[in-house]
């Protein structure tokens, strides 16, 4: 199911725990060290990874909306 991934990036560390979770869908900026979203609206075959990036981040800062 389609769902949108926002980073909050004042809370954003850059950890990368998200890039290791997901390398298909998340990415660090080379200039903030801030996470970035490549896919905003992931297949289906991305939600496990993505779910785990989420989960895994240390600072909360990966919010999915689901419809
Ligand atoms: S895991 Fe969280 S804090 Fe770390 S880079 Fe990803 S979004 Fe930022």
């Known amino acids: 199911m389609p769902y949108r991934i926002e980073i909050d990036e004042s809370a954003c560390n850059g950890y990368g ?4 979770a997901a390398p298909e869908v998340f990415d660090l900026d080379p200039v ?8 905003g609206h992931p297949d289906d ?3 496990a990874a993505v779910a ?8 909360r800062a990966i919010r999915l909306s689901r419809p």
């Open 17 to 20: 725990n998200c890039v290791v």
């Open 52 to 59: 785990e990036a989420e989960a895994d981040c240390p600072a």
């Open 45 to 47: 075959a991305d939600d």
């Open 32 to 39: 903030t060290g801030i996470a970035t979203v490549l896919a």
